[in-house]
């Protein structure tokens, strides 16, 4: 049965500008932490209230979490910075979260979208960060999301009865749609031209977005949890460049992933909202838990049926 919870608000410091975090208490915390970072644009909030759902449900496992503004972000004072950029606003969260929770010996870091993108570039960084739970991860491209929309959306769409019903009817403008489709075929394939005439690049910073990830989460000796939505393609485009990256293959070797079927980018109906935080309570707990507890553990908190388990 879940517990009761309390939880507080604080402000903290992060190079000069104030942060708002809070903190979500169980009566009895384990040793492990959360810590939410939001995908932008949003705040502690989160789309649907999100993250409040998450905090609570968590707390009542016996799972402590903090939400929280980075800089430019809700409450948080100073300039917006991408998601590349709030290495300084995680290592001041991380701070925080344990002074203002002693018990605490470690953390693991919850991102959606560019959240999870975010994750990625500092866990490895962190000692004090012994998980990682990447949700949708954002690794846009303008190739990448002309393969997934070509993949995923356009090849769908021949297959559609309502698509040529418009079609014909005139209530599609057939001109822009051909020029559309060209021109995600002309990225997808120059973006393969790219690929094979480019040399090995030896440095992360000349590598794209989802390699610059992939480099990074190599380094990161932790757990790594994966929660994808069924039904959008920020999910469908990591998948993608998932399924053809040798540097994704490493980095995710031995990461567990969830796919909540059906579900949108924000889980935005009660059912999907409860499903991310029952699979996330149950990995944290797992991730806690010693060796020789770990198998009952699995049994007892076995993934919700309308979810699919995937390696």
Not at 44 to 49: A, E, L, N, P, T
Not at 50 to 75: E, K, N, P, T, W
């Amino acid at each position: 049965m879940l517990g009761p919870l309390e939880e507080k608000s604080f402000f903290f410091a992060c190079e000069g500008e104030q942060l708002l975090g809070i903190i979500t208490l169980p009566v009895e915390p384990s040793p492990i932490g959360v810590l939410i970072i939001v995908g932008g644009p949003q705040y502690r909030v989160g789309s649907h209230r999100q993250f409040v759902h998450l905090a609570r449900h968590l707390a009542r496992s016996g799972i402590v979490c903090m939400r929280f503004d980075y800089r430019g972000m809700g409450d948080g004072s100073g300039a917006l910075r991408p998601f590349e950029a709030i290495d300084s606003d995680l290592d001041a969260a991380v701070k925080a979260f344990l002074v203002q929770c002693p018990r605490i010996q470690s953390v693991v870091l919850w991102g959606l979208c560019d959240g999870a993108s975010a994750a990625c570039f500092y866990a490895a960084g962190d000692p004090r960060v012994r998980g990682v739970v990447l949700v949708n991860p954002w690794v846009r491209t303008e190739v990448g999301q002309a393969r997934t929309f070509l993949r995923h959306y356009y090849l769908q769409r021949l297959f559609s009865r309502d698509f040529w019903q418009h079609l014909f009817s005139g209530r599609i403008d057939l001109h822009a749609a051909t020029r559309s489709l060209l021109r995600a075929i002309g990225l997808a394939f120059e973006g393969r031209r790219e690929v094979m005439r480019a040399p090995v690049q030896r440095s992360d910073a000349h590598l794209p977005l989802p390699g610059r990830m992939a480099r990074r989460l190599q380094r990161f000796d932790g757990g790594i949890l994966v929660i994808l939505s069924g039904n959008d393609y920020t999910a469908k485009e990591f998948c993608d460049v998932r399924l053809g990256s040798e540097a994704w293959t490493k980095a995710l070797d031995r990461a567990r992933t969830e796919v909540i079927e059906g579900a949108d980018h924000t889980f935005s109906t009660q059912n999907w909202k409860a499903l991310v935080a029952e699979i996330t309570a149950a990995w944290v707990t797992r991730l806690h838990a010693p060796n020789d507890e770990q198998s009952a553990l699995e049994q007892s908190h076995a993934p919700p049926s309308q979810s699919s388990e995937a390696r």
